[in-house]
């Protein structure tokens, strides 16, 4: 009893309906409440005396009978009608209540307001309205009916207290039903928090990129992790987007976006789109989209999901599909796929070559329609095997051909579930001779004895050799007694094991001939070639087996072989000497257009730092723009490094060799490294003993050192271990990225090796290619192109040695050098020494670096004279012969260029000093050659600093 009360005062369960469940909750409380309320007035009127008694203890039970059977409804799921009739029902009882009742009018106002919140709690706020509607109406008709001619009798007078708890309870109900209003939303907020929440947890761990997209102007409204992942954007980058930018085909986007009606549940799947990720890779990608509108406005979700894997598997399928369909078509045999039921199913072109029928005649045919009738019985047994899963090998019988004759296939065939694979072979030839074999038995003995070819009979159970022709006697050199006395095995020196892999070979169709061995009576080994089958002698079934020496043909066969062998490691030397030599072509051809680059660049650059450095010496500059004029100088200094790099890299600079120490040079370098490269590097230098002098400029050395050292800091952002290790070899082996093995010569090794990265092999071939970087914008792919052509401009050899994620070690190889080690070099002092208006005549055809040299020339206190070209000096110079004590010349000038200019001067005045400038590299011969009256050279741009310098000492 208990139980059952329990359960009826417990509210509905509707796990599958939020919302119906909230509303039946609702719905019971509402009904059990006023169930309570009735019983309550009811036990009140048993006790006590009522105007109008009889009506309420009648009414009021059945009252709660019909509220008994309204909470059955809901409990069956009709809850919204269950909601109506109690609304209908209290609003019924209690308008005919007033009409036949004194003092209720103020109660009915508050009965009526709280039955206004509790039918818009259960039915909605049209219902709500609808209800406060019907209430003024019928307040009003029963004012009207109140106070007409027509009034109801009063079956009973209310006290004036009970209408004032009337509209006290009315007010509570109010109370009540905003509460349960108030209660609901709560629950519906949190439910509707809950939702999201689980929405988002679902859509952060979907493994697919999702996208919430506007329909109208494709802009990208919320993201996943995975969508980040995959596109390489920062949720911030991608909400910042439309679809169209992350699309490699954005018109298409466009369209399907803009095109696609919006219909519930419309699911719409894209098996094929490319896209783009944020480094530019384009990749193919499947698209499920479901189009819906979301706050007012329409949009779609999109799951994207990366197939590149798939469309390379798909790809690699039909590529391995087209390989087996080629083998198929290609094979000899007879190839064919059936079912147990006796169709064939896929044939191979063999079987129109030897049926003559075409294949779309075989195909879909019961294959028992081609067999001869005499062989369809132990066919149909064959086919009873297949269905058996049991594989049938060597089955024979005949097919129909085209023209109406028959040809024997032997089968090979193996059954997979219905299907039947089978690999054929017509021997239609084979039976074809042994039937005329046994035809022609009694011919067989002068055909055996009279046969050139070496042929023996023999028993298939031991190998009891039972005959051998006279040809067989020859060959192994025993009489036919002695052969008779023998085995097989007598003869075949191979293993038992070596023998059954040979007869597998055979039946399984690779080669219709046994390849054995075969030993001579003089003991010799020959390979011999068996051609082997049974035949009718006498009644009895025996092997016949022709043997053919092919021991000079393998012998040939194996020379070729090894021919060939040879043949492919020359080839493939010489293809790695062409791709070296292609390679060192390549750099030279660069390295002669460096050159022809830098010859214009040092011409612009010398105006614009003689200009700058002028500029700079006045003391009256404004600060801004002397700190201007500075910027302008650095850089040009930068830019003049950037060209040296490349006239490194072409082997055009011009090198100022001495003989160099290269161990203290080295501390030296090591000692500015550690002031240079970060504390997270250790730096170490390890010397062996011996002598390492070489012919070298020290500058061009220092340079390459330093820029492999930069080079290893990039490879360790996070810190690391560099080590340079110097030591002399003597006759021994050295690697080089161009000449490959190099031996003999002593030579001075330079290691610097690092524990960064390492270089990957795809890159490894053209570190050394001017402005090839792995660092853009950073690098400018100059940095080893230098050192490259530094080592080789010095006659040495660079070798590398990486591994990925274990570092990287480059060995510069330097001729060794047997000499006392170099004097220090003074430094030139920092004042400018100036003039004392010695006159002194440029020449040089650019105007702006003519006229910068001329300015200069007056700031230091010399007085100038002007020449575009050679012949234009020589003329000039004729009207001032007895003023010039200097020529300043370009070395390449139109009409008359440095060289002729000089030897012309030389000629006129063999005591007249000429300084010659030039912005395209000389080699030393060139420079040897000129005349003695040129007294140096300075490579464009000259500063001025070293303009000063030279021009004193070569007036000294």
């Given amino acids: 009893m208990i139980t059952r009360i329990r359960k009826f005062l417990a509210p509905p369960v509707f796990a599958e309906d939020v919302d119906k469940a909230s509303l039946a909750d609702v719905v019971h409380n509402l009904l059990l409440a006023t169930g309570l309320l009735f019983m309550l007035v009811e036990g009140a009127l048993v006790w006590g005396p009522f105007p109008g008694r009889l009506y309420f203890l009648i009414g009021l039970p059945i009252l709660t009978g019909i509220l008994v059977g309204l909470n059955q409804m809901v409990r069956r799921g009709r809850v919204r009608l269950a909601a109506t009739l109690f609304v209908s029902l209290m609003w019924s009882v209690f308008t005919l209540f007033v009409l036949f009742a004194g003092g209720m009018r103020s109660p009915a106002v508050a009965f009526y307001v709280a039955g206004s919140v509790i039918v818009g709690l259960l039915l909605g706020t049209r219902a709500m309205l609808i209800h406060l509607v019907a209430c003024g109406i019928a307040g009003l008709g029963m004012i009207g009916l109140q106070n007409g001619p027509y009034a109801p009798p009063l079956l009973f007078p209310i006290p004036p207290f009970i209408g004032w708890l009337g509209m006290l309870l009315g007010l509570m109900m109010a109370a009540g039903a905003l509460d349960m209003v108030m209660q609901r939303r709560a629950a519906a907020l949190a439910s509707l928090r809950e939702s999201e929440e689980r929405y988002r947890q679902l859509f952060e761990a979907e493994s697919d990129a999702i996208f919430l997209i506007d329909n109208a102007t494709g802009q990208i409204l919320e993201v996943n992790s995975a969508a980040v992942a995959l596109y390489g954007y920062t949720r911030a980058e991608l909400l910042s987007k439309r679809n169209v930018d992350l699309s490699a085909e954005p018109e298409d986007t466009r369209k399907v976006t803009q095109t696609t009606p919006i219909i519930a549940e419309n699911v719409v799947i894209i098996p094929l789109r490319l896209h783009r990720k944020k480094d530019g890779t384009v990749f193919p990608v499947e698209i499920t989209g479901r189009f819906f509108n979301w706050k007012g406005r329409p949009v779609h979700i999109a799951a994207i999901r990366d197939i590149t894997e798939r469309r390379r598997t798909e790809e690699e399928l039909r590529e391995k599909s087209a390989e087996l369909e080629y083998f198929f078509n290609l094979n000899p045999d007879l190839l064919c ?36 009738p005499d062989d369809i019985e132990a066919t149909l047994a064959a086919v009873a095997m297949l269905e058996q899963q049991r594989a049938v090998l060597d089955f024979e019988n005949r097919y129909r051909c085209r023209d109406g004759t028959y040809r024997w296939i032997e089968w090979r065939a193996s059954p997979r579930g219905k299907l039947i694979y089978a690999a054929a072979r017509d021997i239609t030839a084979r039976k074809e001779a042994e039937k005329a074999l046994a035809e022609s038995e009694a011919r067989y003995r002068s055909l055996f004895e009279d046969n050139r070819a070496v042929i023996l009979l023999h028993r298939r159970e031991d190998g009891r050799i039972l005959d051998a022709n006279p040809a067989a006697c020859a060959y192994y050199g025993w009489t036919r007694e002695e052969l008779t006395q023998k085995y097989i095995h007598d003869i075949d020196p191979l293993t038992p094991e070596e023998v059954r892999r040979e007869i597998e070979a055979v039946r399984r169709g690779e080669r219709p001939y046994y390849l054995f061995k075969h030993r001579r009576a003089d003991g010799s080994i020959r390979d011999v070639e068996v051609y082997s089958g049974p035949i009718n002698v006498a009644g009895q079934t025996v092997y016949y087996s022709i043997i053919h020496d092919v021991t000079e043909r393998r012998l040939a066969e194996e020379a070729l072989r090894e021919s060939h062998r040879r043949l492919q490691a020359t080839l493939a030397e010489l293809r790695e000497t062409q791709e070296r030599m292609m390679h060192q072509e390549r750099l030279a051809a660069v390295g002669q257009l460096a050159a022809g680059i830098a010859h214009d660049f040092n011409n612009i650059l010398a105006s614009i730092v003689l200009y700058t450095q002028l500029s700079l010496r006045n003391p009256d500059l404004p600060l801004s723009l002397r700190q201007r004029l500075e910027v302008i100088e650095q850089q040009t200094g930068h830019a003049a490094n950037l060209i040296q790099q490349i006239l490194d890299f072409g082997r055009q600079a011009v090198l100022e060799r001495r003989p160099l120490m290269v161990d203290s040079f080295l501390k030296e370098v090591v000692k500015l490294l550690q002031r240079t490269l970060p504390e997270s590097i250790q730096i170490d230098l390890t010397v062996e003993k011996g002598d390492f002098v070489i012919l070298a400029d020290p500058t061009r050395i220092q340079q390459a050192v330093v820029n492999l050292a930069l080079n290893a800091r990039d490879a360790m952002p996070n810190g690391g271990a560099l080590h340079i290790s110097l030591r002399r070899i003597a006759e021994q082996t050295i690697q080089c990225v161009d000449c490959g093995p190099v031996s003999g010569g002593e030579w001075v090794e330079i290691a610097i090796a690092d524990t960064g990265t390492g270089i990957p092999p795809e890159v490894l071939p053209h570190i050394f290619e001017p402005f090839f970087t792995t660092r853009a914008p950073l690098g400018h792919g100059l940095g080893l192109a230098q050192v490259y052509g530094i080592v080789n401009q010095h006659g040495g050899h660079i070798a590398v040695e990486t591994q990925p ?31 004392k208006g010695e006159t002194i005549m440029i020449v040089e055809d650019d105007t702006l670096v003519r006229v910068a040299l001329a300015d200069a020339l007056d700031m230091l206190g010399y007085r100038v004279l002007e020449a575009a070209n050679g012949q234009a000096a020589l003329d000039l110079y004729a009207e001032h012969a ?38 395209h590299p000389l080699s030393q011969q060139t420079r040897e050659s000129v005349p003695p009256n040129v007294v140096g050279w300075m490579l464009k741009p000259p500063t001025l600093e070293q303009l000063s310098h030279d021009l004193q000492a070569a007036l000294t």
């Fill in 805 to 835: 994620g274990k570092g990287t070690t480059f060995r510069l190889h330097w001729p060794a050098l047997q000499t006392a080690p170099p004097q220090a070099t003074a430094s030139l002092e920092s004042a400018l020494p100036s003039g």
């Fill in 337 to 372: 796929i059936a079912d147990t039921d006796g169709y064939f199913w896929r044939l191979n072109p063999e079987w129109e070559k030897t049926l003559g029928y075409s294949l779309s005649e075989l195909e879909g045919q019961q294959f028992l329609n081609f067999v001869h």
């Fill in 882 to 919: 007895d003023a010039i004590v200097l020529v300043i010349s370009d070395w390449v000038m139109p009409a008359m260029g440095g060289l002729e200019l000089v030897r012309a001067l030389y000629e006129r005045a063999p005591a007249l000093k000429v300084l010659m400038l030039t912005g």
